[in-house]
């Protein structure tokens, strides 16, 4: 079991943007910036193209109003997704804030926020959800 299934289980706690029967959203806790969200699917497959087509499409709808809230909720000129699944063996999707392609640059430093700082940023995408 990932760490993303026992986030989805609620065996782990997560900072929750979005659930239905098929994906769930949460705040990553170490974010390239602030508005950093994961949406994953409840299904546990590796990798993000092993996905059944039907499913796939699914997801980015699941995820287009959670990107619309994150370009609502921070100052940042779009919403950028990125698939990268080295981390952790459970596709997942990355929605960030972004003003340049470089935003995007997972070799950079992950900001560590509080408890409280996490909370503020799950209330401003949930405000505009």
Known sequence: MTIFSKIIAGET??????EDENFFA???????VEGHVLVVP??????????????LANW???AKPIA????KAFDCNRCGISVVGLEVPHAHMH???INSADDLNFNRP???LSP???KNVQQKILDAL
């Open 26 to 32: 949460f705040l990553d806790i170490f974010p390239l």
């Open 13 to 18: 706690p997560s900072y929750r943007i979005a």
């Open 68 to 71: 619309k809230a994150i370009e």
């Open 60 to 62: 980015l709808l699941f």
């Open 116 to 118: 409280e700082e996490l």
């Open 42 to 55: 409840k299904t546990e497959t590796d990798k993000f193209f092993d996905v059944a087509d039907d499913y």
């Open 95 to 97: 929605l960030v804030p």
């Open 110 to 112: 992950k900001l560590k």
